[in-house]
């Protein structure tokens, strides 16, 4: 069975910090692009960081780069996202998700497998 889940939410001052983890299993993790999408109340996902499968290349959304981290443990299968100086507009249910493409960091270029979210919410 195909697994993504994710842990690490929770509820955070504006200047702080969390990681995000998400572990993965019934796939071959390395062969697969990997993203973490983000969608606040009343808006669309989008994506936050991806890691193409292609060339290893990172993607960042503008307004987090310099902020947020992905990395990945293939021996574990799992992905991060480390998330610093957070902002009340980073609260969002953050998503992790893989696809064997992912050409490009959207949630719609993620087709195959996806978990179910981890609640952030950052406080003013």
């Known amino acids: 069975e195909v697994q993504l889940v994710e842990s690490g939410g929770g509820l955070v001052q504006a200047g702080g910090s969390l990681t995000l983890s998400c572990a993965a299993s019934?796939?071959?993790?390395?062969?697969?692009?990997i993203g973490w999408f983000r969608q606040a109340p009343g808006k669309e996902r989008e994506g936050v960081s991806c890691?193409?499968?292609?060339?290893?290349?990172?993607y960042y959304e503008d307004s987090v780069k310099g902020r947020f981290t992905i990395s990945s443990d293939s021996a574990k299968k799992t992905m991060y996202l480390q998330m610093n100086s957070l902002q009340p507009e980073d609260t969002a249910v953050y998503y992790c998700?893989?696809?064997?493409?992912?050409?490009?960091?959207?949630?719609?270029?993620?087709?195959?497998?996806w978990g179910r979210g981890a609640q952030v919410t950052v406080s003013s």
């Open positions: 998700a893989a696809d064997q493409y992912g050409s490009s960091c959207l949630p719609t270029l993620f087709h195959d497998f």
């Open positions: 019934g796939f071959t993790f390395d062969d697969y692009a």
């Open positions: 890691v193409s499968r292609s060339d290893a290349k990172i």
